[in-house]
């Protein structure tokens, strides 16, 4: 595929992201296709399939009332897509955390084979209400 159609692939992806539509997301991967959370998943390869990208999706985004993805990049390099965003999760509560994300997408076929994100749990964690993800440890810079 072109640049172009790769960069345009980010873009639908993001875009369902933001919709908070899970299903369409993972229906731009591959049947094989990997979603991989680097500060947890950087050993293990990720998550494999669309339906466990969907469920995925859901542990981590499922409980916010808005996500905004707010892309301030995007890069082709044949197969190879980054992207750069600030998220800003948005909770029933109130509570809005903000997020600073790097991305590789490697497209084959036309569609995402493998979504490696780049973030620090640490800064996204600490904005986190308690509720959100309970199991999680939370730094104590206290």
């Known amino acids: 595929m072109s640049e172009v159609a790769n960069r345009a692939l980010a ?13 369409a997301a993972a229906e731009l991967f591959t049947d094989d296709g990997v979603y991989q ?6 050993d293990s390869g990720g998550t494999v399939g669309h ?17 905004e993805l707010g892309v301030t990049g995007i ?14 999760w948005h909770h029933p509560d109130g509570t809005a955390a903000s997020l600073p ?8 076929d036309g569609r995402i084979a493998h ?7 640490n800064y996204l964690i600490a904005q986190q209400p308690d ?10 810079w206290d």
Not at 37 to 42: H, N, Q, S, T, V
């Open 11 to 23: 873009e639908a992806l993001f875009a369902a992201l933001e919709a908070m539509d899970w299903p």
């Open 37 to 42: 959370d680097m500060p947890f998943e950087a």
């Open 51 to 67: 339906d466990g990208i969907i469920a995925k999706l859901e542990i981590g985004l499922g409980t916010l009332d808005r996500f």
């Open 75 to 88: 890069w082709a390099d044949g197969d190879n897509v980054l992207v750069e965003r600030v998220e800003v």
């Open 101 to 108: 994300v790097l991305c590789r997408l490697q497209v084959r």
């Open 115 to 121: 979504w490696r994100e780049y973030w620090d749990y």
């Open 131 to 140: 509720t959100w993800l309970p199991q999680s440890p939370r730094p104590r």
